[in-house]
């Protein structure tokens, strides 16, 4: 995870810890949920790298607030990971959040980190 600090110097916190029988869907979300609790900050614009592009084509199109309408159900049954998608749409909720597949450093390294963990 980077932030910018309120003297306007990136600070990156590194870590990471097993996560036995998951998914890198859940993973994903876990770590992103994560970010979220700890950036207490509401004002401060996020921008989430995920190396699961699948979850940020269903957030920039919204899916997950129409699985929300339609009572996590979609048309082949319930949304996978719904308890997730729940906590991650109230804590993003009134936060500038982008989500992009930007091929940066910390992107590449980010998802670097993500499959030495999901092996």
């Keep these: 995870m980077e932030y910018i600090m309120k003297n306007g110097e990136p600070y990156t916190r590194e870590g990471h810890r097993p996560v036995p029988d998951t998914t890198k869907d859940r993973l994903t979300l876990m770590a992103m949920i994560e970010a979220l609790e700890r950036i207490t900050d509401q004002s401060a614009e ?6 699961d592009h699948g979850i940020m084509h269903i957030i920039n199109n919204g899916w997950h607030k129409k699985w929300s309408e339609n009572g996590w159900r979609t048309a082949k049954g319930t949304v996978a990971n719904a ?4 906590e991650y749409m109230e804590l993003s909720r009134q936060r500038d959040i982008t989500i992009t597949d930007e091929h940066n450093s ?4 980010m998802r670097k980190e993500l499959k030495e963990v999901c092996k």
């Design 46 to 51: 996020v921008v989430f790298v995920p190396s």
């Design 83 to 86: 308890d997730l998608w729940k």
């Design 106 to 109: 910390y992107g590449n390294i």
